[in-house]
Nanobody, 121 residues
Framework: QVQLVESGGGLVQPGGSLRLSCLASGRIFSINAMGWYRQAPGELRELVAV???????NLADSVKGRFTISRENAKNTWYLQMNSLKPEDTAVYYC???????????????WGQGTQVTVSS
């Protein structure tokens, strides 16, 4: 079993910054992909940023130039640095990971519990 724990959400004014963190723990052999989704009220969950092993980083067009995803592999931790935040960035942000628990296991997808980000004056 793998657990993802997020931290770093909150209330910020437009133009401000926040950094989200996600820590993975449990039976982890490898993490094939790690990233962030978000879901605003009444909307579908959408991809924000993802890092795939051997395939680089992918960011949603709406956040390019403002958000950055980074990771510390040794700590099984990744981050979402969010700058120049806009009211339309308000959502619950979920971290996710595709994890193999052993060399012989297929990767499974795990989700964090979600953290609220509110951008408002």
């Amino acid at each position: 079993q793998v657990q993802l724990v997020e931290s770093g959400g909150g209330l910020v004014q437009p133009g401000g910054s926040l950094r989200l963190s996600c820590l993975a723990s449990g039976r982890i052999f490898s993490i094939n992909a790690m990233g962030w989704y978000r879901q605003a009220p009444g909307e579908l969950r959408e991809l924000v940023a993802v890092v795939r092993s051997g395939a680089g980083t992918n960011l949603a067009d709406s956040v390019k130039g403002r958000f950055t995803i980074s990771r510390e592999n040794a700590k099984n931790t990744w981050y979402l640095q969010m700058n120049s935040l806009k009211p339309e960035d308000t959502a619950v942000y979920y971290c996710y990971a595709e994890v193999r628990s052993s060399l012989y296991d297929a990767p499974l997808v795990y989700w964090g519990q979600g953290t609220q980000v509110t951008v408002s004056s």
